[in-house]
């Protein structure tokens, strides 16, 4: 499979994706405007510069587009040319409408790459969520995140929900550097906590910037206790809910996911996640079957939530 990176900030963890299973892929080249950066890591890989969709080859098989949201017509042109795209979160719903239709008539694949959910924290988090909705659905949802980190934490949390529809949010205050937002999310109350992009004196903060004070931390309540992902790194904790707790000898928490992680352990993770999100649009051209998290529905579900938390803050 002949796979175009398009973009090379985020995108240089999908070119080291690509490198680790050099026997099933092959990078085809890097799209990009054309700076410093990219040229140097064409060079690097000894593979072309693209600057321009119609100088794309006709034997490109996958995109992996890490452009945000500034790539949207590139996507299009390239589901336009029957190429299958993995694209980089986030993305407004009325570009995901048009996107899925596009696919849709040329016969393409689209999927969303949210990131955190497959890194091994959230994995168990999510794993244990699901177990515990076998007996009971949430009793409510409470979300700590930053603007940049937001949408793949609402991914995590659509993957331990039926639906978020309907959902009714409502800003609550709006004090640098955390707003808040409460409301329901299917019919499950939630709250939203949301570390904006600007400091008090109006600077910008860049990804990865120190003056970010978390990554995400999600809790999900049950009937029998909270279930709890501390960060993206985690641990994954289970507070057993004290007014339930019957015997002397079950423990009033556990660790569910308590793997010492570094950061470059971390960064490795990020790296195998592409990597499997890679596979996973693969599969879903090769035998047309559509893993949950991929659904119109799903996608949609996570971008008009995090669209409405978005311009409520904002």
Request: hydrophobic share 40%; with cysteine; aromatic share 8%.
């Amino acid at each position: 499979m002949r796979i175009l990176v398009c973009g090379t900030n985020y995108g240089q963890s999908y070119i080291q994706a690509i490198k680790r299973a050099p026997k099933v892929f092959e990078l085809a080249g890097i799209f990009a405007l054309g700076s410093t950066r990219s040229s140097e890591l064409a060079r690097e890989f000894g593979v072309p510069l693209y600057r321009k969709i119609e100088s794309l080859p006709g034997d490109i098989d996958i995109a992996c587009a890490a452009m945000g949201a500034s790539g949207a017509n590139v996507v299009l042109q390239l589901l336009e040319r029957g190429v299958h795209v993995l694209c980089e979160h986030p993305q407004r719903p009325d570009f995901l409408d048009t996107a899925f239709a596009t696919a849709g008539s040329r016969g393409t694949c689209l999927h969303v790459n949210g990131h955190f959910a497959s890194l091994k924290a959230a994995s168990a988090f999510i794993r244990h969520c699901n177990v515990l909705r076998q007996s009971a659905d949430p009793s409510f949802i409470d979300v700590m995140a930053t603007d940049r980190s937001l949408y793949g934490a609402l991914e995590i949390v659509r993957r331990v929900t039926r639906t978020f529809e309907p959902f009714e949010l409502t800003l609550r205050n709006h004090f640098l550097p955390f707003t808040m937002v409460r409301g329901t999310l299917g019919a499950v109350p939630a709250t939203f906590q949301v570390q904006r992009f600007r400091k008090e004196d109006g600077r910008t903060l860049q990804d990865g910037d120190p003056g970010y004070l978390v990554d995400h931390r999600i809790a999900i309540g049950f009937p029998d206790g909270v279930l709890t992902l501390a960060s993206i790194a985690g641990p994954v904790i289970w507070n057993l809910n004290c007014n339930r707790s019957s015997g002397v000898e079950s423990p009033m928490w556990t660790f569910v996911y308590a793997r010492p992680t570094t950061g470059f352990y971390l960064h490795t993770q990020r790296v195998v996640a592409n990597l499997g999100a890679i596979r996973s649009l693969v599969k879903s051209a090769r035998e047309h079957v559509i893993p949950a998290e991929q659904t119109r529905r799903h996608i949609l579900d996570v971008s008009r939530v995090w669209e409405r938390i978005g311009a409520l803050i904002c």
